[in-house]
T-cell receptor, first 116, second 114 residues
Framework: DSGVTQTPKHLITATGQRVTLRCSPR?????VYWYQQSLDQGLQFLIQYYNGEERAKGNILERFSAQQFPDLHSELNLSSLELGDSALYFC???????????????FGQGTRLTVV | AQSVTQLGSHVSVSEGALVLLRCNYS??????LFWYVQYPNQGLQLLLK??????LVKGINGFEAEFKKSETSFHLTKPSAHMSDAAEYFCAVCRPGNFNKFYFGSGTKLNVKP
């Protein structure tokens, strides 16, 4: 158990809909990362938050957004869903920080999103 | 900028044979390096990491990796493959002091034949 909790584990929704994926990081971790894993694209970095602020952005579509709340949990919002958005979405957390101390990232079990 | 290249999206070995998964990185500063393993329908799990110190790093399940700065490589090895090693392996790099942004390679799927 990595200590990172993602809910829900599975999600099936229709095209055009909006969903919210939730991530609770490990206790004490300030950085949260979101990744998308699909068969054709592999593991793609979406976005990173550190202590509530966006720190890095990857290949995240404009239809997707994320935020990190004061209690450090994070949500990834996916809207106007398309069939191609079907994928595993992973959240990871690390201690983070400017000094890069203890840089290990711990991954959750992922949310499998199926868009039909 | 940092990047990671994993040579070979699929590697197949026989049970008991040497496992060698290749990873090369580019980084403007000496990075932190990681190998993660992903079993089917599971999240990524840390196998081993290099931050500073000894360049040969031992991880879980008998895996080890060596940081070679001159070759910008961090190849993963295991002397004798087990059937249970069949999984996807990801190499990752993180630049110290960069709020721990991780860059992952495209992954290598390891198949172990009986």
């Amino acid at each position: 158990d990595s200590g990172v909790t993602q809910t829900p584990k599975h999600l099936i929704t229709a095209t055009g809909q909006r969903v919210t994926l939730r991530c609770s990081p490990r206790s004490g971790d300030l950085s949260v990362y979101w990744y998308q894993q699909s068969l054709d694209q592999g593991l793609q970095f979406l976005i990173q938050y550190y202590n509530g602020e966006e720190r890095a952005k990857g290949n995240i579509l404009e239809r997707f957004s994320a935020q990190q709340f004061p209690d450090l949990h994070s949500e990834l919002n996916l809207s106007s869903l398309e069939l191609g958005d079907s994928a595993l979405y992973f959240c990871a957390s690390s201690v983070g920080g400017a000094q890069g101390n203890n840089p290990e990232a711990f991954f959750g079990q992922g949310t499998r999103l199926t868009v039909v | 900028a940092q990047s990671v290249t994993q040579l070979g999206s699929h590697v197949s070995v026989s049970e008991g044979a040497l496992v060698l998964l290749r990873c090369n990185y580019s980084s403007s500063v000496p990075p932190y390096l990681f190998w993660y393993v992903q079993y089917p329908n599971q999240g990524l799990q840390l196998l081993l990491k290099y931050t500073t110190g000894a360049t040969l790093v031992k991880g879980i399940n008998g895996f080890e990796a060596e940081f070679k700065k001159s070759e910008t490589s961090f190849h993963l090895t295991k002397p004798s493959a087990h059937m249970s090693d069949a999984a996807e392996y990801f190499c990752a790099v993180c630049r110290p002091g960069n709020f721990n942004k991780f860059y992952f390679g495209s992954g290598t799927k390891l198949n172990v034949k009986p």
